[in-house]
């Protein structure tokens, strides 16, 4: 069972029509040793380096995330301006994290969508 404090996404990304599993390894990372995640981006797989504070966890995730979203977009050459994607994934999260009640928000947003699947 995970420690109190480690607040790390266990799970798959979901960008339709994609879905990237997130997984902590340094296997795929060994080609490029300065590198602390990556998006196989038609291999399904987001990894990141092992490890990391859960500060750099969360922001190498958004970023690579900004990967996948650039991708589903058809805009994968702003995909080439690591910094803009850096900037805009600590954005999105710092917005997710400082806006009182939004996550929550969210949350029943996502129950209703279910119940009216559902039929309710
Ligand atoms: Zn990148």
Redesign the pocket.
Known sequence: MAKWNDTRFEGSVNISPYTWKVKRTDSTLQSNPGCVGCILLLDSEISLKDGLSMGADWSVLF??IM?GLVHVIEEGELGEN?KL?TTMGNAIFNMLMDSEGFLEALLREKKRREREREGY
């Open positions: 970023h690579e990967h690591e994607l």
